[in-house]
Every structure is written in structure tokens, then in C-alpha cells.
């Protein structure tokens, strides 16, 4: 049986039951090097303080190094009685050092220590992250490019509306990735704040320096309350909203994608590297990965819930329950990851069929709007004009035809002020062409758009027209 770190209270040993309950090792040896980083910053931090001597501060530090490369060589016994990540790693310090290993943990706790683990580990995977949402930012803008002039029906109530162009509808989802790495960024003054120095709620004793040991790790600012240093999740919180945010982004390009490569719309073909068949139904090419992602958003969704029940009750400081914030950071952390790059991936690779959309622009009068428009440019009232337009399409419906396909005479028992330039207004290429409003479908606002968007991705518009 070990010894445990805070043996000394104790006359009997821990029940097995209680040590496989209580253990966060399994899950937070994934914070081994920030650990590890964190204890170096300390350790030369308490040396140069004067906290403990400088030569002891040294052996702590090779120490630490060594320890690190014995867990990177897979020559870490993880023992579960350790009970987490920051008792094994102290643990096996003293073993090889002795008697100076003991000293490391002065003037600080677990307490302080895990929180500031927590952050570093946090403030990279969100950077990584960052990048990534620009890599399928880019491929969206390359798709968007790819396919600048197609024209397909835009939905609402996921009934046909009015023309819109594919690039149009691309970069919508481009606005929602530039927000999602907004708000990562801007997350991130908030991340790097350390909580070390906190000890384990009230301060220490000893003459520390916080904000040396912060520099050390890259962190600008130190914590300001004690209580709160150790106590605030408030960090994973916001991440897990935003990654939530960006799961249910991902979630609803996702049902498009799976929308529109069944038979019924036909507008794209998953590629087949990003498709799986059936066991069972050999023509069958399932969005098995459009679909997971969708699923897996819930599942985002669901860790924001989780932590925000475990934290709502608790009193100040510290509670053990916070250890219950690692697995859902981890899974949330590892979900969007694989979520942004495999639609990176899919996007790339997606197959558009031009011919699928252009036959879908019939049959829905989606120019009625320009109709109606056209009417209000001859002096008819916007109200009226839509009360016009409506019985024209009612007829039209009757007779099976498109309203380009119906005669002027027909359209002027409905519309009396319609005119032959009307026909004009009836084709799709001119009613997207006529939408120049500011961020609107209009070929020349779409192309300033997606030159902007190539611009904050460093993607040269030159290069890609060619
Ligand atoms: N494993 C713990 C956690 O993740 C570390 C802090 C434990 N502190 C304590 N006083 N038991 O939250």
C-alpha cells in the first residue's frame, strides 16, 4: 500500500471502494505536462524567493524533467492509489530526489495547482482550435468559390422562397465559423489568468511572487481573489457554451448536407471517403459522418449542462465535485476538434450538382416576390401588389405553369398594371442579380463578401479565380 501525501491524519487506509470513486487519474494523466510545467514555474519560483534554497530549487526542476520524459517514454507506473495526477507525479518526485521533493508543494494545493493545469491545457487546445475553424473557414470559401454562380432555391420553413446563390449560402455559414473564432479569442484574456498562489483558498504564509510564476507560463495576468482563483469554472463554462455553439453550427450545415445528398434533393454527392454503405442494402452510401456530427452536438450541448448542475450549488471555495469538470472538458475538447476538421475534410471533397439545383429553381414561383416588387415599381401599393401576385400564382398553380410560361393577358386579370417588361423580373438569374442590398444575394455583393472572407483567411482572391 502506498503511502498517500496526507497520510499523516490517518490511522487506517483508504477502502479500495472509496479509492476507485475518489480517483481522477485514469482521466487527468492527460494533464501531466502542464502539471508538470505548472510545478517547474513553482519551484523556481519558491528558489528565487528565497522560499527554499535555490540549488534545492534545481533538483526539483531536473526532477521534473526527468519524470516527464519517463511518462513520455511510457515508463510511468499510474498507480490509482494516487488518487490524481498531481499526488503521482509528487509522488515519484520524492522517490528520485528525496528528501528536497518534499518541499515542492510549499505555499501552494492541489487546489490552486489543478485549477492553473486546467487553464493552460485549455488556452492551447482553444488556439489549436482556432486554427482549425480558419482551415474549414477556408474550405467553405474555396467551395464558395469553386461554385460562384450557381443558383439554387434559399428556404424558409424548408419550403422553396427565392433564388439565393450556392457561394450565398456557403458564406452564411462563414459568418457563424468567424464568430465561433471570435469568441474563442476573446475568450482567451479570460483563460490565461493564474490562479496559482490562491494555495488552497485563503493565501499563504509565505513571501510567494504569483505573477513570476504566471510569466513563466505565458499567462499575462494573476488571480485576485483567493476564494475565487480556486473555486471559478466559470472559464470551462464559457468554453463548453461556445464549443456547444459551434457544435450546433456544424449540427445544422450537417442536416443539409444530409438533406441534400438524399435522392429527394439531389444537390450534392458526398464524397466517398467521407461515407459509409450498408451491411445489409448494397446501393446504399449513408452520411454516416454529417450524421455523428449532428449526434455528437448533443452530446456537447449535454457537458454544458453537466457542469453548470455541478457547479450551481456549491459553496465556497474548492469542492471536490469540480473534479468533475475534466471529463467533459476532455470529450467536449476532443468532439470539436474531430467535428470541425472531419467537415474541413468533407467540404473539401464535396461533389455540387449544378443540374439537381437548377431543376429545383421550377416549380416553386420563386420569383413571385419580384413580381410583386416589379408591380410596386409601377405605383401599386406593396400589400396590394402581394394580393395580386397571390391570385396569380393561384392560377398559374391551376394550370400547371411556371409564371413566366403564362401570357400577359392572363397575368393582367390579376395584376392590371403589369406591363411585358415584367418577364424580365420572372427569371431567376434576375431576380438574384437584382438583390444588391447590403449583404445580400447579388452576384457583385457575394463576390465582395467572399474576397473579405479570403482576405481574413489569407487566401488570395487573385490566385483562386484562376
Ligand atoms: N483531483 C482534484 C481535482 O481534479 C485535484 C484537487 C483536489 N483537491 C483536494 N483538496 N482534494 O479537482
Known sequence: MVQKPWGGRFAGETAKTVEDFTTSLSFDRRLYRQDIAVSIAHARMLGRQGIIAPAGAEELVRGLEEIRAEIEAGEFDFDPALEDIHMAIETRLIAKVGEVGRKLHTARSRNDQVALDVRLYLAAEVEILIEALAELRRAGARLARRHLDII????????RAQPILLAHHFLAYDEMWRRDALRLTESLARLKVSPLGAAALAGTTFPIDPQFTADQLGFPEVFRNSLDAVSDRDFLLEFLAQAAIIMV???RLSE???LWSSAEFGFVALPDAYA???SIMPQKKNPDVPEL?????????????GLLMTVKGLPLAYNRDLQEDKEALFDTVDTVQAAVTLMTGLLEQLEVRPEKMAAALKGGFLTATDMADYLVTKGVAFRTAHEQVGQTVRHAEAQGKELWELSLEEIREFAPLAQADLFDWLKVENSVARRQSPGGTAPERVREALERAEVELG????????
Do not use: D, F
Not at 439554387?152 to 419550403?159: A, D, E, F, I, R
Not at 487566401?459 to 484562376?466: F, G, H, R, T, V
Open 152 to 159: 439554387l432555391p434559399g428556404y424558409t420553413h424548408l419550403q
Open 249 to 251: 453550427h456544424l449540427s
Open 256 to 258: 443539409e448536407l444530409i
Open 276 to 278: 459509409t454503405g450498408s
Open 293 to 305: 456530427i449532428r449526434g455528437k452536438s448533443g452530446r456537447v450541448a449535454g457537458h454544458l449542462m
Open 459 to 466: 487566401l488570395n482572391p487573385y490566385e483562386q479565380k484562376m
